[in-house]
């Protein structure tokens, strides 16, 4: 079945500190990837996304992430983080025509001053 | 986001009440889908609807159903609601699919079932 896996549940980090969030996906065909982000009590807003072209793609607040197709890989990363970051994240895939969004189960962050 | 609205916004309800969540968007999109979020489970699909004719089960439809009234109205009913429906519930939308579909999330409502 296909699924999404993320493999940090809970990151604690300090204002400016690097972050790097992991999500690997199983599906063979071609993906649509994406990043999600839900703000403490706040709907999911779109990140970032990935559908074709350059494997790094670029996203609201400073966020990026990379798609690695041989490691079905799309990591999210930020070179520092804000108080404000602190959040639930979310990635997520669509198999190629099919529509379905399939979400892993996300990683909360919390940043500290 | 305003261009999709979710009434309730907080619900507390009892074991065998029939309950409905409404869905409202002014984005003109085609596509409507309905999840529940739970702790730790991330977000998983009940119902999506493609335009007001076509209605689909998600991953977790047991328990629930919907109706699309028009293109900017998607309503999940949950006929004879339980405990284990406590959760919180999103309605998205999209345009059609390919490189345009991003789903949009509504604000989500939190229904508790005692």
């Known amino acids: 079945a296909q699924s999404v896996s993320q493999h940090n549940h809970h990151v604690i980090l300090s204002e400016a500190a690097s972050l790097e969030l992991g999500c690997n996906y199983s599906y063979g065909g071609t993906v649509n990837l994406f990043w999600y982000v839900q703000y403490p009590g706040q709907h999911l807003q779109l990140l970032l996304k990935?559908?074709?072209?350059?494997?790094l793609v670029k996203g609201i607040k400073g966020f990026e992430a990379e798609f690695i197709k041989s490691k079905f890989s799309f990591n999210l990363r930020k070179p520092s983080v804000q108080w404000s970051d602190t959040a639930e994240y979310f990635c997520?895939?669509?198999?190629?025509?099919?529509?379905?969004?399939?979400f892993g189960t996300g990683t909360r962050l919390q940043v500290f001053p | 986001d305003a261009d999709v609205t979710q009434t309730p916004r907080n619900r507390i309800t009892k074991t065998g009440k029939r309950i409905m969540l409404e869905c409202s968007q002014t984005?003109?999109?085609?596509?409507m889908y309905w999840y529940r979020q739970d702790p730790g489970l991330g977000l998983q699909l009940i119902y999506y609807s493609f335009d007001v004719k076509d209605i689909n089960k998600g991953e977790i439809s047991d328990g629930y159903s919907v109706s699309r009234q028009a293109q900017a109205k998607f309503s999940l009913s949950l006929e004879s609601a339980i405990p284990n429906q406590t959760a919180l519930y999103f309605c998205?939308?999209?345009?059609?699919?390919?490189?345009?579909?991003?789903?949009?999330f509504g604000p989500g409502t939190r229904l508790t079932v005692l």
């Open positions: 990935y559908f074709s072209g350059d494997p």
């Open positions: 998205a939308t999209s345009t059609s699919g390919g490189a345009l579909n991003t789903q949009y």
């Open positions: 984005k003109g999109h085609d596509r």
């Open positions: 997520a895939v669509t198999p190629y025509n099919t529509d379905k969004l399939i």
